[in-house]
């Protein structure tokens, strides 16, 4: 049996609800300037917590994009998810026709899901007893009803998946989705990440495993990727959402193309479950394979929107990754980590850095690594420090890692 033919796969849509905004403009205008979306925790009282920051999507009106009715029975993820994939279907015209449905799908990455409805409803249980549950309780926190809805809504009867692979499912999500329209299982696939767990319990959790800035005097200059003051990451929340076509589909319909995606790796620590693997062999390897998928070579590539989480281990690895994989190359790379600005968004991350990256390429400017003020000597890649950069980008890589050693990488090429 002779293999497919691979086919060419484009980004013609995309939605985000992030901290930078809602929408593409308002997120691109406050990336390319290098505004930060980290403000003081309003979700609920911090007074107890070492951590009194975050990256909350501010200005959200979930009944703009749902009916009130509707809204009782999700939990804010769900909200966020739907939100993002409206945006990006209307900013990708795409029709899905009756006939069409069966051959679009959705795959979304989610690392906690419905964290809010769990703690909410673990409270009501508490005070109230049993029968004060919502029948709603278990469809609201489940993480595949984000692509569930997103076919309901949008009549999408194709591949439907969640990944739950904690910072890198929003990557992994794109991943596959990519792979299932390039051989040939669906013609148009929606995909990306949704995430919204900035709650008591997540922020106590993580502050336990000193894994979050305590930088909470100066928001803005908390999230740091490769600084050498760096102290941990900012948790965030929101969703990013892309519509992924088989090329000869979108350009028979007129479709704008914001860049092609041409490769995806992935791969496994199998070392810690929480550090990454010494000298960033997993993330290496995950590169290198992604690289390999996409059939170009190191020295193609132009930059990588890093995961960049502003942690210790995580910087410091990632950057000796990428000298590994790219050589010499690894000098004339511009990487930056737009966590700078957004903070952590964890299952949703990976969505967002793609819709960024795909921006990127298509408007022709870099954006930067903010609060990168006093260098690390094991941190010495250009970074984009603090001003985005206008370059033309012909190959860009987007980096998730996640706990568990979970690795993914993206490729993409500029259109046309």
């Not at 390319?32 to 609920?44: E, L, M, N, R, V």
């Not at 998928?293 to 990428?322: C, F, M, R, W």
């Not at 941190?379 to 860009?396: E, F, G, H, M, T």
């Amino acid at each position: 049996m002779q293999p497919k033919q691979r086919r060419r796969v484009v980004v013609t849509g995309i939605g985000l609800v992030s901290p930078l905004g809602i929408g593409i403009e308002e997120n691109w205008s406050n990336l390319i300037q290098g505004k930060s979306g980290i403000a003081p925790i309003t979700h609920f009282d911090t007074t107890a917590f070492a951590t009194k920051i975050a990256g909350e999507v501010k200005n959200f009106h979930g009944e703009d994009f749902v009916s009130k009715k509707e809204l009782r029975k999700m939990d804010l993820f769900l909200q966020y998810g739907l939100a993002a994939c409206h945006l990006a279907m209307d900013d990708s015209g795409l029709e899905i026709t009756p006939e069409l449905s069966e051959r679009v799908g959705v795959i979304t990455g989610c690392g906690l899901g419905g964290l809010n409805t769990i703690e909410h409803y673990h409270k009501v249980l508490l005070e109230s007893g049993p029968k004060k549950i919502s029948p709603f309780f278990i469809p609201m926190l489940i993480g595949n009803m984000a692509p569930g809805l997103m076919s309901i809504y949008h009549h999408a009867k194709g591949p439907n998946l969640s990944v739950q692979t904690a910072c890198a499912a929003g990557t992994h999500a794109f991943g596959l989705a990519f792979h299932m329209v390039r051989d040939g299982v669906a013609d148009a696939m929606i995909t990306g990440g949704v995430e919204a767990t900035i709650t008591p319990v997540c922020v106590a959790g993580f502050n336990a495993m000193r894994a979050l800035s305590t930088r909470n005097e100066e928001p803005e200059r908390a999230s740091r990727p490769f600084d050498k003051d760096r102290d941990g990451f900012i948790l965030a929340e929101g969703a990013a959402i892309l519509i992924l076509e088989e090329l000869h589909m979108a350009l028979q319909r007129g479709a704008k193309i914001y860049a092609e995606a041409i490769g995806f790796g992935l791969s496994a620590d199998a070392f810690h479950m929480t550090a990454p693997a010494t000298n960033g062999e997993g993330a290496a390897q995950c590169m290198r394979m992604a690289l390999e998928d996409a059939g170009v070579e190191p020295h193609d590539v132009d930059y990588i929107n890093a995961h960049g989480t502003s942690t210790d281990l995580n910087d410091k690895l990632e950057t000796q990754a990428i000298k590994t994989v790219f050589g010499d190359h690894a000098r004339k790379l511009a990487v930056s980590s737009t966590k700078s600005m957004t903070g952590h968004l964890l299952g949703a991350a990976g969505g967002l850095e793609a819709g960024y990256t795909a921006l990127a390429m298509a408007r022709e400017m870099i954006p930067p690594t903010i609060n990168y003020e006093t260098p690390d000597p094991e941190c010495d890649l250009d970074y984009v420090p603090n001003q985005s950069r206008k370059a033309v980008i012909r190959v860009a890589l987007s980096n998730s890692f996640g706990f568990g050693g979970t690795n993914g990488t993206l490729v993409f090429r500029k259109y046309p």
